[in-house]
Nanobody
Framework: QFALVESGGGLVQPGGSLRLSCAAS????????MGWFRQAPGEGREGILC????????TYVDSLKGRFTISRDNAKNTVYLQMNSLKPEDTAVYYC?????????????????WGQGTQVTVSS
């Protein structure tokens, strides 16, 4: 059974860092493009970063450039989201998603598999 499981969320002070992990089971990630999305209260799901099968990375949100980084470790079947210099407006539920093939996208319906989400709260 295909599954994605996120971990690493929590409460962090402004300016702090977190690293989210997304572990796959039931399939191998090396032929899947992986995306990170987030959804703040009352908002839609926003695509923020993507890494494709040849490790090409895209950041879709300008305010995240230089602060958030996506990476993948195919040997561990895991994708990561490193978040630095966190701000209160980064508070959201963060989701990883997978789609077969090479093309990155920030459009949620393009993705086939989703994790359950992990809460990130940035507050003092």
């Amino acid at each position: 059974q295909f599954a994605l499981v996120e971990s690493g969320g929590g409460l962090v002070q402004p300016g702090g860092s977190l690293r989210l992990s997304c572990a796959a089971s039931g399939f191998t990630l090396d032929t899947y493009t992986m995306g990170w999305f987030r959804q703040a209260p009352g908002e839609g799901r926003e695509g923020i970063l993507c890494v494709n099968t040849i490790d090409y990375k895209t950041t879709y949100v300008d305010s995240l450039k230089g602060r958030f980084t996506i990476s993948r470790d195919n040997a561990k079947n895991t994708v990561y989201l490193q978040m630095n210099s966190l701000k209160p407006e980064d508070t959201a539920v963060y989701y990883c998603a997978a789609v077969k093939g090479l093309l990155c996208s920030d459009y949620a319906p393009d993705y086939d598999y989703w994790g359950q989400g992990t809460q990130v709260t940035v507050s003092s």
